[in-house]
């Protein structure tokens, strides 16, 4: 009972926090000016139409030297229109700028561009958590010894490099220099194929290795406390030999700690890194936020923030929730 009033109380706040980002989110775009210049080929006053029909401008008219004019209309009245359309015809608008799709439902381009976004973190999370993990636990039972002090040096190295220096590097050195893997993403749809896992490599490892780092210190830190315990001594004087000591209790009650970060991390698999996709050339969803801010098109922007925002807060329920799954003592929400 406890149990349920506490996920009951979690989303609840989730819906209330995603509701304030999203609102905050549609007032600021639309303090912005409104995009109204016509691409080429395109008629200025069709352009002008299209922003009638989505509810953004109202009282269109052609003023002096051929200038089209128009009234704005108010904020939250756009806001309810948009609201509407969203729940009652699942209509998330059309690229008005965004040249590629222009005219084309925002929400088809986004399932479109989503397994691509998908497929990199997945490998980078099947790759990153065991290798983290390992090096983790080597280094907790090597406390202070030189492989300690090895796996340590690499986890400050890359955690102090940003990132992209990263992904230039293995670009630089793994893709140009030695040519194992293509400088970008194979475009071939078939993703499950060994051309377009081939070709992801480079992107998954520079995503990957940041998680490296983080599971390895923090496993590091929870197996070096556990390791220190009164009932580790406990189990030693019970019979027990070191290696039973460790796997039967050590490494379970210092999961407890590591486990809900794996699993938010499988939730928030969708993030993906925005820099990382752009300097692939990955066809995904980072891609795609980066470009809709380019080019001003702000209902793919509204879409793709609230998807982002929907993730993270899921990512931090699921966590907080596996607790009490993982470890059966501590019970969510009870007093």
Known sequence: MYMFK?????????????????????????????????LPGQDPEIVMKTLEGRGWITNIREGKNGVWEYDRVPIFLQYGNYLKRIVTKGDFGIATTYG?????????????HLPPTILINIYSTLIGVPIGLGLGILAALKKNKWQDQLI?????????????????????VFCFKLGWFPLTMSTS??????????????????LCLGSIAGYARGTRA????????????????KGLTKSQAIFRHALRNSMVVIFPSILGEFVGVLYGSLIIEKMFAINGVGGLY?????????????????????????AGIVTDISYSFIDPRIRMGAK
């Open 6 to 38: 506490y996920v009951m109380k979690r989303l609840g706040l989730m819906l209330f926090t995603f509701s304030i980002i999203f609102t905050m989110c549609f007032v600021l775009i639309k303090l912005l000016p409104i995009p109204t210049n016509a």
């Open 189 to 206: 749809n078939d993703y499950l194929s060994w051309e377009v896992f081939h070709s992801t490599l480079p992107a998954v490892f520079a």
């Open 222 to 237: 929870e197996l070096s406390e556990v390791l220190t315990g009164e009932f580790m001594l406990l189990a030693r004087t």
């Open 100 to 112: 590629e799709y222009l005219n084309m439902n925002l929400w088809e381009v986004f399932v479109d």
């Open 290 to 314: 980066l470009n809709s801010i380019t080019f001003q098109d702000y209902d793919f922007f509204m879409l793709l923030s609230g998807f982002y925002t929907l993730i993270s807060l899921t």
């Open 152 to 172: 340590n040096i690499f986890i400050i190295l890359i955690i102090s490099v940003p990132s992209i220096v990263l992904a230039l590097m293995i670009q630089f």
